[in-house]
């Protein structure tokens, strides 16, 4: 099991920027694909952005492609997401998943089996 646990939300004007932190903890930080879902109130939770075990490849939503970047940190067993033009309709709680077992980066919050707690982000017009 891996630990997570997010920070680096806030409230923010549309047009701004955040960066969004997670921290992991427990197992070898290496043998997970990351990503990063958000869930807005009354909607299905929504892939953002992942990153593979290795740190090369990265894989976006449509909707933030090119607004939003993702890294990690091995040797600070950390994850980001800079967050780019924010839009009132970014607001939701940003969660950190992490999946041990497929090889590519899923977009489905099925099978990431480690969760953080969520930071939330809202962003005013």
């Known amino acids: 099991q891996v630990q997570l646990v997010e920070s680096g939300g806030g409230l923010v004007q549309a047009g701004g920027s955040l960066r969004l932190s997670c921290a992991a903890s427990?197992?070898?930080?290496?043998?997970?694909?990351m990503a990063w879902f958000r869930q807005a109130p009354g909607k299905e939770r929504e892939f953002v952005a992942g990153?593979?075990?290795?740190?090369?490849?990265?894989r976006y939503a449509d909707s933030m492609k090119g607004r939003f970047t993702v890294s990690r940190d091995s040797t600070k067993n950390m994850i980001y997401l800079r967050m780019n033009s924010l839009k009132p309709e970014d607001t939701a709680v940003y969660l950190c998943?992490?999946?041990?077992?497929?090889?590519?980066?899923?977009?489905?919050?099925?099978?990431?089996?480690?969760w953080g707690q969520g930071t939330q982000v809202t962003v005013s017009s």
């Open positions: 427990g197992r070898t930080f290496s043998d997970y694909n």
């Open positions: 998943a992490a999946d041990p077992r497929r090889a590519m980066i899923a977009t489905i919050s099925r099978g990431y089996d480690n």
């Open positions: 990153i593979g075990r290795g740190g090369r490849s990265t």
